[in-house]
C-alpha cells in the first residue's frame, strides 16, 4: 500500500549548484586521499590513508577476480598442514608413523580442507584426491590405522560406505547403544514413568497404612530400608492423594447434584 505524498527516500546522484548540476559526492570520499591503482584493472582508487595498506583492487568485482588469482591451490596448501612424523599405529605398527593434520579438525577428529572449488572437504579425502584420484560422493575413505587424523596414502583405502561401516563395526570403533537425546520410543518412555509413579504410590499408601495400624516411624524405616524423613515424606504423599482423590469425588457428588438441580428446574 502506498501513502499519498510518502516517498521512498532515494539518494539523489547529482546536486544543483549556481555553476550547475554537480555529481554528488560519495559519504566516505577521503578529505587527504591517497591515491592507487587496482591491481586488476589499473584504475585509480581514492582510499583514506588508514586504509592504504590493505587496498588492492577498486571493486567487488575486481575484488573476486583477484581472490581466484591469488588462491593457493589444494596441493600447497595440504602439504603445509602435515606432519609426517606422526603416532605409530599400535594395533599395526610395521604401516610405519602416520602422517598427521596439524590443520583444522572436525568433530570426529578427521582434517578439514577447503577444496579449489570452495567446498569443504576432509584433509584424507584430500589426500586421496591428491595421490589417486577424486574420490566419488558415495565412496568413503577409510584408515587401515584408525587414526581419523592420518592423511597417509599407504594407510587409507577406498570402499564402500557400508564397507566402512562393517569395518568399524569388526574392530569395535562404532558408536554403541542410544543416542544421546533422543528418546526413542516416546510411548514406552510414558508408559514406563506412569508404571513407577503408581508402584510408587502403593508402597506410599501401604507405609501409611501401616503407620495407622501403629507401627512407629523409626519401625518402618528399618522395614523398609528408607531414611526416617523419607519415611515421613512417603506417610505425607500418600495422605496427599488420598485427600485428591476424596476431594474427585466430592466434585462428582456436586456435579450429578448440580446436573439433578437443573433437571428438577426445567420441569414445569
Ligand atoms: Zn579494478
Ligand atoms: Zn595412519
Not at 103 to 129: E, F, T
Request: aromatic residues 8%.
Amino acid at each position: 500500500m502506498e501513502i499519498e505524498g510518502a516517498r521512498a527516500f532515494e539518494r539523489p546522484n547529482s546536486y544543483l549548484t549556481p555553476e550547475g548540476k554537480v555529481p554528488m559526492p560519495s559519504k566516505f570520499t577521503p578529505a587527504n586521499p591517497i591515491l592507487l591503482n587496482c591491481e586488476v584493472c589499473g584504475c585509480e582508487i581514492q582510499e583514506f590513508p588508514s586504509h592504504a595498506a590493505n587496498r588492492r583492487a577498486c571493486s567487488r568485482k575486481c575484488y573476486a577476480v583477484l581472490r581466484v588469482a591469488l588462491a593457493r591451490p589444494l596441493k600447497e596448501r595440504f602439504w603445509k598442514r602435515v606432519n609426517k612424523n606422526g603416532s605409530i599405529p599400535a594395533h599395526c605398527p610395521e604401516l610405519g608413523p602416520c602422517w598427521e593434520w596439524v590443520g583444522k579438525l572436525i568433530k570426529k577428529g578427521y582434517g578439514r580442507i577447503m577444496d579449489d572449488d570452495k567446498s569443504v572437504m576432509l584433509a584424507h579425502r584430500a589426500s586421496w584426491k591428491l595421490h589417486f584420484y577424486s574420490p566419488p560422493p558415495d565412496k568413503a575413505v577409510c584408515h587401515k590405522c584408525d587414526n581419523p587424523k592420518c592423511v597417509r596414502p599407504d594407510h587409507l583405502f577406498i570402499g564402500t560406505k557400508a564397507e566402512n561401516n562393517a569395518d568399524m563395526r569388526q574392530k569395535g570403533r562404532h558408536a554403541h547403544g542410544p543416542k544421546p537425546h533422543t528418546v526413542i520410543n516416546r510411548a514406552t518412555e510414558y508408559e514406563r514413568r506412569l508404571r513407577l509413579r503408581a508402584e510408587r504410590a502403593e508402597l506410599d499408601a501401604e507405609i501409611l497404612r501401616l503407620k495407622e495400624s501403629g507401627i512407629t516411624t523409626r519401625q518402618l524405616s528399618v522395614m523398609y530400608g528408607f531414611s526416617v524423613p523419607s519415611i515421613y515424606q512417603r506417610i505425607y504423599s500418600a495422605q496427599g492423594r488420598k485427600r485428591y482423590v476424596s476431594r474427585k469425588i466430592t466434585n462428582i457428588k456436586e456435579d450429578q447434584l448440580r446436573e439433578a438441580y437443573t433437571i428438577l428446574n426445567q420441569q414445569p
